[in-house]
């Protein structure tokens, strides 16, 4: 990270060190709206980019369910969410919706929540731990009690289901691990708890792969001793409340340990399970069930959607979406300006690698064909030193590297710099993520594009231009991509975009259907919630968890088709 990024990073943890315990007395004795637009423009003259609404997230959380509440239950249909992401989270509020409208139909839901049961949990991050932030677990778990109250959700504390003697001495087994081999084929009472916490690490200290050394074997260990509680704390959990025998699981996002826990106990008791995330844009939905919604992979439907031919209306949607993203529509942040194509690479035949961020969940553990994203990179780097292509390799770096501020040095930009001496012998050229280029000028003039799994392997097929998959990339196997098998096939269709140019013919009306289904027929969009991910504000435009469900009555009723099915 950039030392300006350093700077920032500090400054916004002074900030909150200092600010955390004034605005929980501010929230507790109810002035804190009436100060909001004193704080706000004192953090922005600190050049903070966080910016407070007037009432915090679990207040307005609450407001929803003033004049309705959860009505008593004792049905044995129930709906079981482990929810680990706070109170604070807009997903408890999609939650508590979604079994809110599931009581009126005679299924009864129990909310699971952590209160500070587990060592590690998947909100922590490097240097920002609940050692860093003294605040981060009360943050997390002190609004379910309020909540608990004014929604009469039936919310379960998982310290009151610890199994501590139990608990202990497996944590005194799992403190006997002393390295990463170790850890990771770790197993118990029939879980690959091991390998299922590794993306957990990795996102953990944001890295593409994990480092061995002492400190990566202590957070290791914390991560499986938090698995292991859960599974304790769930077992425990079911032996004194028999009538919770799940007939659904419902999980936030569902990749990472904690949840994913949740996911492999569905699994191996036949129990079916929605994850469920927000995607691309302001107020998105999307879940899956019976696997990771991340994945993005929704083949039946798809299969089924396609079926029929895409509308002159569905093209146009989708075209117009495609067309937005160039301008930064949709997303969090435009990251690609109206630079255009530097002069040295017209009539200049060249093709572009465009790399993914190293620690982004579409790419952890994600790895089909080589190692790791780096070891893909340094490959096509060997691949263009050995064979002497005549296209120049442009290498694009992602732009967001440049814009994120994150605690790592992980990027890949970092990496090109560590190579750069077998680079400069090569036909190869960098863009590092700061460059004043275009990625979509350079798809515009560009023979052909290498990605990873990054959507931008879409736009590329958009443009008529070929696109070389290396990752595990959502849109694999589908007729406008090229999808190797292997790393033998990988290279053999890399030669083949080489020499002398071939036209393709891409299937633009699939292309567009496809598009269609991810971004219009899978993502929903919820009405009466808007989401400012710039400045962490949300605001509703509703009334009541009653007005919230009539708004949103065509996608609340699909999903529970879809679930109760």
């Known amino acids: 990270m950039s030392s300006q990024g350093i700077r920032y990073l500090n400054r916004l943890q002074r900030f909150k060190r200092l600010g955390q315990p004034i605005i929980i007395i501010l929230d507790k004795i109810g002035v804190f709206r009436y100060i909001v637009p004193i704080i706000n423009p004192i953090i922005r003259k600190l050049k903070i980019k966080k910016q407070f609404q007037k009432d915090l997230n679990y207040r307005l959380i609450g407001r929803a369910f003033k004049h309705h509440k959860f009505p008593e239950n004792t049905s044995k249909k129930v709906i079981f969410f482990p929810f680990f992401s706070g109170g604070n989270n807009i997903f408890f509020l999609i939650n508590l919706a979604i079994g809110y409208r599931l009581s009126m139909k005679g299924y009864r839901s129990f909310y699971l929540i952590c209160d500070k049961a587990i060592p590690i949990c998947s909100n922590e991050r490097v240097h920002k731990t609940r050692h860093t932030d003294s605040y981060l677990c009360y943050n997390c778990s002190k609004p379910y009690n309020w909540l608990k109250k004014v929604t009469k959700a039936e919310i379960l504390y998982m310290s009151d289901y ?48 994990i480092e061995d050394n002492n400190d990566t074997i202590q957070v290791y ?101 495609l067309e937005g993203l160039t301008k930064g529509k949709q997303m969090y942040d435009r990251l690609n300006l109206d630079y255009a194509l530097d002069s040295d690479l017209k009539n200049r035949p060249f093709i572009v690698l465009f790399t993914n961020l190293n620690f982004d969940t579409a790419v952890l553990g994600r790895n089909p064909i080589f190692n ?28 967001a590297e440049a814009k994120l501020l994150k605690p790592t040095n992980d990027f890949i930009g970092n990496y090109l710099d560590e190579v750069k001496h077998k680079i400069k012998k090569a036909n190869i050229q960098v863009y590092e993520a700061h460059d004043k280029v275009s990625s979509y000028e350079l798809i515009k003039h560009m023979k052909a594009g290498l990605v990873y799994s990054s959507t931008i392997g879409i736009e590329i097929a958009y443009n008529n231009k070929p696109c070389l998959i290396a990752g595990d990339a959502f849109y694999k196997h589908q007729k406008f991509v090229m999808s190797p098998e292997n790393e033998e096939n990988y290279f053999q269709l890399l030669k083949s975009l080489s020499g002398e140019k071939k036209g393709i013919s891409i299937n633009r009306s699939e292309l567009l259907q496809f598009v269609y289904f991810i971004y219009f027929n899978r993502v929903k969009r919820l009405k009466g919630i808007r989401i400012d991910h710039a400045n962490h504000i949300n605001s509703f435009s509703f009334d009541s968890i009653e007005e919230l469900s009539i708004l949103n009555e065509d996608v609340f009723n699909e999903f529970e088709n879809e679930l109760l099915a």
């Open 162 to 209: 610890t199994d501590k003697k139990k608990q202990d001495f497996v944590y005194k087994e799992i403190e006997q691990l002393n390295n990463l081999e170790a850890l990771m084929s770790y197993e118990f009472e029939g879980f690959p708890i091991g390998k299922l916490v590794e993306k957990s690490v990795m996102r953990y200290y944001f890295v593409g792969k």
């Open 221 to 321: 260990q914390k991560f499986i001793k938090s698995i292991v509680s859960l599974h304790l704390g769930f077992c425990q959990l079911l032996k004194i409340h028999p009538e919770i025998k799940p007939e659904k699981i419902i999980l936030y996002n569902g990749t990472l340990s904690l949840e994913g826990y949740y996911r492999l106990w569905a699994e191996k008791n036949n129990t079916n399970y929605i994850t469920q995330e927000t995607y691309i844009g302001q107020d998105s939905w999307i879940y899956k069930q019976n696997d990771e919604v991340m994945k993005l992979r929704w083949d039946k439907e798809w299969n089924d959607f396609k079926k029929n031919e895409i509308s002159l209306n569905e093209k146009k949607e989708a075209i117009n979406y």
């Open 372 to 399: 790791s994203m780096k070891e893909w990179i340094e490959k096509i780097i060997d691949y263009w030193i050995s064979n002497s292509p005549p296209e120049l390799l442009v290498i694009r770096v992602h732009p």
